[in-house]
């Protein structure tokens, strides 16, 4: 038995879905992700989350075209992204794309947008988490050897809270789960409005 759907490939929000005692089951969705001119890297983030959970909702629906839309349970999408003046930060294209950013970051302090979707017959509904990071000062070289460890590629930033790069923060103000891909108490929140049980398995 499922509660829901994760539209997700991150490993990382898998985990974190987990940790919560919550059973669900991973769909494929593909979502390109380009920020528009006229958008803030707020509403980037939010629309992409949603646009992941309802692509995961049109997906399940499409397939079960007879069902009773009430009978799917609901799809969740996420995106994690990093803002610095303004700017925004997805995951690092190369060696040289990771020396600029966490050279940038360096010795800093950089925000992390996250957001949480959920998609059921009763539409969509998305919030949000900020969360505001303090690096040290990194060296180019420590930088370099970070990203031959293979972690940053795949990560907003260029970075893993909650692996190697865990020793480049100094400060942490917001939530952790948000940082590393999916705010487990904004998750919680939307979990209880669309009636998905969680700590499923968790009683004593
Ligand atoms: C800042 C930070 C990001 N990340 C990860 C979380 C996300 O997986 C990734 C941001 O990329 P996203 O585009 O949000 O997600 P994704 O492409 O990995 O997965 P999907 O779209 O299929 O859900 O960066 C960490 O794991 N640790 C960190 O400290």
């Given at each position: ?22 059973q ?25 989350a ?107 930033g ?34 209880e ?12």
């Amino acid at each position: 038995m499922v509660d829901l759907y994760l539209a997700s490939q991150s490993p990382r929000r898998r985990e974190l879905l987990a940790q919560i005692g919550v059973q669900y089951q991973v769909l494929e969705v593909n979502v390109p992700e380009r920020q528009q001119s006229n958008e803030s890297p707020r509403e980037y983030v939010q629309r992409l989350a949603q646009e992941k959970s309802q692509a995961g909702w049109r997906c399940l629906t499409d397939a079960n075209r007879r069902a009773d839309a009430k009978m799917v349970c609901p799809v969740l999408g996420a995106d994690t992204l990093i803002e610095f003046q303004g700017r925004v930060l997805e995951k690092p294209e190369n060696e040289a794309d990771e020396v600029a950013m966490l050279g940038a970051l360096s010795g800093q302090t950089h925000r992390v947008l996250s957001a949480v979707a959920l998609t059921s017959e009763r539409g969509t509904a998305v919030k949000l988490s900020v969360t505001d990071v303090r690096f040290r000062p990194l060296s180019e070289q420590e930088v370099r050897r970070y990203w031959r460890t293979g972690e940053p590629a795949d990560k907003a930033g260029g970075y893993g809270i909650q692996g190697l790069g865990a020793v480049f923060v100094e400060h942490l103000s917001g939530s952790y789960s948000g940082v590393v891909g999916l705010p487990l108490n904004e998750t919680r929140e939307l979990l209880e409005d669309y009636g998905v049980a969680y700590w499923i398995g968790q009683d004593a």
